[in-house]
Antibody
Framework: EVQLLDSGGGLVQPGESLRLSCGASGFDFSTYAMNWVRQAPGKGLEWVSLISGGGGTTDYADSVKGRFTISRDNSKNTLYLQIDNLRADDTAVYYC??????????WGQGTLVTVSA | SYVLTQPPSVSVAPGQTARITCGGDNIADYGVHWYQQKSGQAPVLVVYADSDRPSGIPERFSGSKSGSPATLTITRVEGGDEADYYCQVWDSSRDQGVFGGGTKLTVL
């Protein structure tokens, strides 16, 4: 059974940094691209970033380019999202999601990031 | 950037059929995928590649895309189907995922 466990969220001040993690099990992690998707309170889903199975290809939403960095450690079956210079509009639940071609077939439970002074 | 348009809300009585639409320019060129998100939970994939269903998803959920818009159809609606539903495509020209704004399904 595929399991994804998101962690690392919390309350941070504007301008600070945060690293989110997603631990994966139940599938061959290095074979699949992985994503981060976020959801601001009361809002819809927003795709954030993708990284290929080997880690050599990354893509980002225009809204996060330059501040967010996606990475993975296939030896630890773990996906990461480094968020720098956090802003109030980054407040959201962040989900990791496993890709199967062009859709997201498994999701973590989400981790809440709150940016507030 | 590519935009997907969904109605904000759809209401249906139990046992009836709900149809949720998803429109976009030249949507025929994209594979459309659908997710169900119940209150306080993570999204769940219910339809992928326009009309395929993951294992474990009831046959009551089906997708179609003949022209525009793409449509998620839920037959014999139950109270447990009350949720937000999102369509999604992958924009290969920009290498970005795109979600529709979501549709809240209310079971009367």
């Amino acid at each position: 059974e595929v399991q994804l466990l998101d962690s690392g969220g919390g309350l941070v001040q504007p301008g600070e940094s945060l690293r989110l993690s997603c631990g994966a099990s139940g599938f061959d992690f290095s074979t699949y691209a992985m994503n981060w998707v976020r959801q601001a309170p009361g809002k819809g889903l927003e795709w954030v970033s993708l990284i290929s199975g080997g880690g050599g290809t990354t893509d980002y939403a225009d809204s996060v380019k330059g501040r967010f960095t996606i990475s993975r450690d296939n030896s630890k079956n773990t996906l990461y999202l480094q968020i720098d210079n956090l802003r109030a509009d980054d407040t959201a639940v962040y989900y990791c999601a496993k890709s199967d071609r062009y859709w997201f077939d498994s999701w973590g439970q989400g981790t809440l990031v709150t940016v507030s002074a | 950037s590519y935009v997907l348009t969904q109605p904000p809300s759809v209401s249906v009585a139990p046992g009836q059929t709900a149809r949720i639409t998803c429109g976009g320019d030249n949507i025929a060129d994209y594979g459309v995928h659908w997710y169900q998100q119940k209150s306080g939970q993570a999204p769940v994939l219910v339809v992928y590649a326009d009309s395929d269903r993951p294992s474990g998803i009831p046959e009551r959920f089906s997708g179609s895309k003949s022209g525009s818009p793409a449509t998620l159809t839920i037959t014999r609606v139950e109270g447990g189907d009350e949720a937000d539903y999102y369509c999604q495509v992958w924009d290969s020209s920009r290498d970005q995922g795109v979600f529709g704004g979501g549709t809240k399904l209310t079971v009367l």
